[in-house]
């Protein structure tokens, strides 16, 4: 393992080039989106605020630009996969937010051709590895299970993190959080090339969290939730770092369990008719009484008593904090496997 000058200076153009991009289009969009009546409702404040929306645009454009750009650097195909993957991913996405998908496994089922570009360049070169790496137990073969799982784990990991996308700030700083772990795996396992094309979901997800914080001035939508969760499986596949990736997005995996398990089917979390969490007078949250009101990590928050959107929000990402710390630990035992 022997990190370089020049692999320094190239990672923190990267992450800095991102960073730029991102805030530059979705400042844009926060000036421009509400002028053309493209707003979404905050309904977790008294004044029901109009906010900008989609931002996904701003990151899916913002990664791709740079993904391609470490692509013709480096002529890594698996970074071409992960480019490909984000922005099939974003594009879904963006006809959701437009002409809203309302049948709950249309988007998933659309979501399995988000993961394609991951076979089909494999075909031209070694894009995955079948051979999942676990702790102190090493690789795994699953040569005819792992091109299914390939196909699923995009569309799971998608609506995952879409799921997370109920709070200002919730989802961007999840993002930024659980990403961290899959750097250090990566620098760990002396893959360079996959650890500089990771650097832009950190980038573009802390660039956007300036605007998505509480206040939030936009809100990703589905082309930017589904973004940034596509590319976070990509990267976790062609990285070989897939436990530790399940490990520190736990969070978002429980939380869309915890939904699915509760309605007892596939339903867009904006379409469900209970809501799990109640706004009250002085403008805190508390969880509903409702028992139809499906199960969310919120909820279960909340369930000890009232709390503000922006305590909420710290809770989440304290939470994300710690998973990010085991999926650390789970890199450092799986180094023997490697």
């Known amino acids: 393992m022997v990190i370089t000058y020049d692999l320094v200076v190239l990672a923190s153009i990267v992450f800095a080039v991102t960073f730029f991009l991102t805030y530059s289009f979705t400042y844009a969009l926060v000036k421009t989106l509400p002028k053309r009546g493209s707003v979404a409702e905050d309904y977790h404040k008294l004044s029901r605020p109009k906010v900008a929306w ?21 002529g890594d195909l698996r970074i071409l996969s992960i480019a490909l993957v984000t922005m099939i991913a974003g594009i879904i996405g963006l006809i959701d937010d437009k002409w809203r998908l309302k049948n709950g496994i249309i988007k998933p089922v659309l979501l399995i051709l988000a993961s394609l570009p991951i076979l089909l360049l494999d075909i031209y070169g070694e894009v995955y590895v079948p ?20 196909l699923a784990s995009v569309p799971i990991v998608s609506n995952a993190t879409n799921m997370m996308d109920v709070l200002n700030g919730a989802l961007s700083g999840f993002m930024i959080i659980a990403t961290i772990p899959l750097v250090f795996s990566l620098i760990l396992r002396a893959d360079y090339n996959i650890m500089m094309a990771t650097l832009p ?30 590319m976070f499986c990509a990267i976790a596949i062609v990285g070989r770092v897939e436990i530790i990736a399940i490990i520190s997005i736990l969070p978002a995996i429980l939380n869309s369990f915890f939904i699915l398990s ?22 805190q949250l508390a969880a509903s009484k409702e028992t139809s009101a499906p199960i969310t990590l919120v909820r ?36 023997r496997g490697i």
């Open 300 to 335: 279960m928050i909340l369930a000890e008593g009232p709390l503000s959107e922006k305590d909420i929000v710290s809770n989440i990402l304290k939470l994300s904090a710690f998973s990010a710390f085991l999926a650390v630990m789970t890199a450092l035992l799986t180094m």
């Open 131 to 150: 051979s999942p790496i676990f702790p102190i137990f090493g690789s795994v073969r699953l040569y005819y299970v792992y091109p299914i799982l390939v």
């Open 54 to 74: 989609p931002g996904g645009p701003a990151i899916f454009s913002s990664i791709l630009i740079v993904e391609l750009f470490l692509y013709l650097i480096y």
């Open 201 to 230: 979901l950190i980038g573009s997800s802390l660039a956007f969290f300036i605007f998505h914080r509480y206040p939030s001035k936009i809100f990703p939508g589905d082309s930017g939730s589904l973004a940034l969760g596509a």
């Open 262 to 283: 509760s309605v007892k089917r596939l339903v867009e979390h904006r379409s469900i008719k209970t809501r799990p969490t109640i706004l009250l007078s002085n403008g």
